[in-house]
T-cell receptor
Framework: GAVVSQHPSWVICKSGTSVKIECRSLDFQATTMFWYRQFPKQSLMLMATSNEGSKATYEQGVEKDKFLINHASLTLSTLTVTSAHPEDSSFYIC????????????FGPGTRLTVL | QQQVKQSPQSLIVQKGGISIINCAYENTAFDYFPWYQQFPGKGPALLIA?????SEKKEGRFTISFNKSAKQFSLHIMDSQPGDSATYFCAAIYQGGKLIFGQGTELSVKP
């Protein structure tokens, strides 16, 4: 089956620092990757869609200068939370689509970010 | 129009019973309806999915029933087990669109 990994699985950082989260598709090429945020007991909220080699498309209300997304290859996308603050503490999950026009998204295991 | 409404919010079922989760949608452009299972602290895992030209799909103990005219679909978990305790999300998508999630159902299967 299609496997998506994320690294790190959890991270604790001080307020004002930047944190980078990696998302990799391990056994398929992902032309499109997605980044979600999930608060406790809530559904997943799409933050942005990233296509390999082009700029990410951000959802309304998501600060693109704060959440930097890079999709440099068909198997790797990164999310950098810049100048993190306690309110950025959340569960960040990426997903990848295995082919153009495909409907199925495969999700990573998530990254728990805690900003002190 | 883009919403997917899911119910119930939480569900308690005895071991061996049937768990039923319902979802409804409005946008008739949706053409793919996946269900995801999420354990605490983990990402969602694709459980089973259906297209609107099929009324039912079964994989092991999991069955999706789809009613196109009513714009509703449901997940049935037969012979529910404590290991099935998790949060379940229905979702919907159309080509070029975004994956729209339901609100989630927290299932607890009591031994």
């Amino acid at each position: 089956g299609a496997v998506v990994s994320q690294h790190p699985s959890w991270v604790i950082c001080k307020s004002g620092t930047s944190v980078k989260i990696e998302c990799r598709s391990l056994d398929f090429q992902a032309t499109t990757m997605f980044w979600y945020r999930q608060f406790p007991k809530q559904s997943l909220m799409l933050m942005a869609t990233s296509n390999e080699g082009s700029k990410a498309t951000y959802e309304q209300g998501v600060e693109k200068d704060k959440f930097l997304i890079n999709h440099a290859s068909l198997t790797l996308s990164t999310l950098t939370v810049t100048s993190a603050h306690p309110e950025d503490s959340s569960f960040y999950i990426c997903s990848a689509r295995d082919r153009v026009g495909g409907r199925t998204q495969y999700f990573g295991p998530g990254t728990r970010l805690t900003v002190l | 129009q883009q919403q997917v409404k899911q119910s119930p919010q939480s569900l308690i079922v005895q071991k061996g019973g049937i768990s039923i989760i319902n979802c409804a949608y409005e946008n008739t452009a949706f053409d793919y309806f996946p269900w995801y299972q999420q354990f605490p602290g983990k990402g969602p895992a694709l459980l089973i999915a259906i297209r609107p030209d099929v009324s039912e799909k079964k994989e092991g103990r999991f069955t999706i029933s789809f009613n196109k005219s009513a714009k509703q679909f449901s997940l049935h978990i037969m012979d529910s087990q404590p290991g099935d305790s998790a949060t379940y999300f229905c979702a919907a998508i159309y080509q070029g669109g975004k994956l729209i999630f339901g609100q989630g159902t927290e299932l607890s299967v009591k031994p």
